[in-house]
């Protein structure tokens, strides 16, 4: 079944380009599977990725329905299974989400596993200088939950790494970290939602230099946005209209992306949904809009997943949404490639038959060969030709050197600040980008990977990091940067 679906994916690639203007005005990329034959794994659910073993080029990490922890390790483009060789589980409890973060400080990204059924032990694994993963079972954190998402963040800027755990079945948990142990954040402070959460997203909406968090929630519940107050968290999304009231059970939010679409230094927040999906643009007052309506964004579906990456390298976010239809057990993909028209609207370009509509849970936006093009990594769960699939982007090697890669890192030099922003200003001081450094995306899923930027041109640029710290948001600038130098490797920015 393996080696049919593998020809299967490789003649529609072949057949079936993608449509879409590259930042050469060429025709746009076409996306070809890698490894088809490994990765085609029923019961495949969350992935995530990062530089386990610090070699320069990102790994995978997979949750089964099996239980197991599937773990590729990336050698110059070639994905070798070794999760089972290194300690992680080949067989257990489902886990329904995955979440690196380097918790311990020690320089290597560690795993943290939340498990999908209630009386199921979460699981935690330290990060022995990329040689093993050791379980770490001092810290019962976050037990008790249908785990979703759950994020890496540091919430109190107190300059380590804090856990957030999103619940589907009951009270949502905010772990603070104290010694390198955790404790559980008094539910009157920490904002506790009882609603059936699924997606979480940390940013800092409103600038005052620490993360607030919206959750997408499910079954006919209302949405959240937990303003963080320093000491309390507050529910603004009722006073910003975000909340979505009156929805039956069979409709929910299921998913959050972060990103600037239109490239003004504010981040938008897109929201999966069973039934319709909101693009939510940040008016840069504290105050949102919901422009999926006149953007095209606006589909009655059942998405799950979403990611923001500019695979054309135009300098415009684009967006991959994962969506099925069919009844639960014959489930069939209907997924969507938005292509970004320049800040004005969204077209899709996923073609009838394309390779790329595969997905119905997580999705991931990666250059895992790091040849300046984001590669496209997806999964599916719930059919018997599941998997994990990996697309490499074909964009050519002139148009994929128009990118930067920009890795922020804390003082130590350590990858902890989850929710820092990175701008890009031109020669003229005009700002023209815009990321953030993940806190969480695709489905369930944390990655450690770098920011990576498409330029419509190779000028240099301004690079400007928002960090934040006790002290409120504090920008560092590193002037005249030209991307041209930074082919095939990342500027790395470290906190002062």
């Not at 076409?30 to 019961?43: E, I």
């Not at 005052?208 to 968290?233: C, I, K, M, P, V």
């Not at 370009?349 to 997905?359: E, F, Q, T």
Request: charged share 25%; aromatic share 10%.
């Amino acid at each position: 079944m393996r080696d049919e679906l593998m020809r299967i994916l490789s003649w529609a690639v072949l057949s079936t380009g993608i449509a879409g203007g590259g930042a050469a005005g060429t025709t746009g990329p076409s996306f070809t599977p890698v490894q088809t034959a490994d990765f085609s794994l029923p019961g495949s659910l969350s992935n995530s990725w990062a530089d386990f073993d610090r070699d320069g080029d990102l790994d995978l990490a997979v949750s089964l329905e099996s239980g197991e922890i599937r773990l590729y390790r990336n050698d110059r483009g070639h994905f070798t299974s070794v999760g089972a060789a290194m300690g992680l589980p080949v067989t257990g409890a489902e886990m329904r989400g995955l979440a690196w973060g380097d918790y311990d400080g020690d320089g290597w990204p560690d795993l943290y596993a939340g498990a999908t059924e209630e009386n199921a032990a979460n699981l935690l694994f330290r990060n022995d200088r990329g040689r093993r993963f050791v379980p770490v079972t001092a810290e019962p954190v976050a037990a008790g939950r249908s785990a979703r998402q759950s994020s890496w963040v540091d919430y109190d800027n107190d300059g380590d790494l804090d856990l957030f755990a999103a619940n589907r079945s009951g009270p949502n948990a905010l772990y603070r970290q104290e010694a390198g142990g955790f404790v559980r954040v008094p539910a009157d402070h920490a904002g506790d939602d009882t609603r059936p959460t699924v997606g979480a997203c940390w940013f800092d909406y409103d600038r005052d230099g620490d993360l607030d968090l919206f959750l997408a929630n499910q079954s006919g519940a209302t949405d959240a946005l937990w303003r963080n107050d320093g000491e309390r968290f507050t529910d603004v999304a009722p006073a910003l209209g975000m909340d979505r009231p009156g929805r039956p059970r069979t409709e929910g939010s299921v998913g959050c992306a972060v990103g600037d679409f239109d490239n003004d230094g504010h981040l938008d927040l897109f929201v999966t949904s069973y039934g319709v999906n909101i693009l939510y643009r940040n008016k840069g007052d504290g105050s949102f809009e919901n422009v999926a309506p006149t953007l095209g964004l606006a589909e009655d579906n059942h998405a799950v997943g979403a990611a923001w990456g500019d695979f054309d390298n135009d300098g415009w976010l684009d967006l991959f949404v994962a969506a099925y239809t069919g009844k639960s057990g014959a489930q069939q993909p209907a997924n969507r490639l938005y292509r970004n028209l320049g800040g004005k609207g969204f077209e899709n370009i996923l073609p009838a038959g394309s390779a790329l509509d595969v997905a119905d849970h997580g999705v991931q936006w990666i250059d895992y060969d790091r040849d300046g093009a984001l590669d496209l990594s997806v999964t599916r769960g719930y059919t018997d030709t599941g998997g994990h699939f990996l697309f490499h982007n074909d964009l050519g090697k002139e148009a994929a050197r128009h990118s930067l890669s920009v890795r922020v890192l804390d003082k130590a030099g350590r990858f902890t600040r989850m929710g820092a922003e990175v701008r890009l200003f031109d020669a003229k001081g005009k700002i023209f980008a815009t990321r953030q450094v993940s806190t969480g995306e695709g489905y369930n899923s944390q990655g450690t990977q770098p920011l990576h930027f498409g330029l419509a041109t190779m000028a240099p640029v301004t690079v400007e990091v928002s960090f934040m710290d006790k002290a409120g948001r504090r920008t560092q600038r590193v002037e005249r940067v030209s991307p041209a130098r930074y082919a095939g490797k990342e500027l790395v920015v470290r906190q002062r």
